[in-house]
């Protein structure tokens, strides 16, 4: 059984900082990408970045140039490094991952953590 933990979230004041993390646990042979969604309240789940085994990343337009998403896949983590937060990076934020266990490959969700940017 594959779970994701996340942790990280929290109240910042706009400018401030957050990191997010989160980590695999389980029969894992790969993990071929991994990212960060979030969704605000009466907005749809939309991608902030991803990282692939390789080390490719992608960022939404907003994000670009304030967050830096990496990983460790010695411990199957990911981290947002999350800078110069602004109220409208309010939402909760979620990991996913595409894992490859025994012969499947599935998409995984953390539990999802919030975070609220003060104006």
């Known amino acids: 059984q594959v779970q994701l933990a996340e942790s990280g979230g929290g109240l910042v004041q706009s400018g401030g900082s957050l990191r997010l993390s989160c980590a695999a646990s389980?029969?894992?042979?790969?993990?071929?990408?991994m990212g960060w969604f979030r969704q605000a309240p009466g907005k749809e789940r939309e991608l902030v970045a991803s990282?692939?085994?390789?080390?490719?990343?992608n960022y939404l337009d907003s994000a670009k140039g304030r967050f830096t998403i990496s990983r460790d896949n010695a411990k199957n983590t990911v981290y947002l490094q999350m800078n110069s937060l602004k109220p409208e990076d309010t939402a909760v934020y979620y990991c996913?991952?595409?894992?490859?266990?025994?012969?499947?490959?599935?998409?995984?969700w953390g539990q999802g953590t919030q975070v609220t940017v003060d104006p």
């Open positions: 389980g029969r894992i042979f790969s993990i071929p990408t």
């Open positions: 990282i692939t085994s390789g080390g490719y990343t």
């Open positions: 996913n991952m595409k894992i490859i266990a025994g012969w499947t490959s599935s998409d995984y």
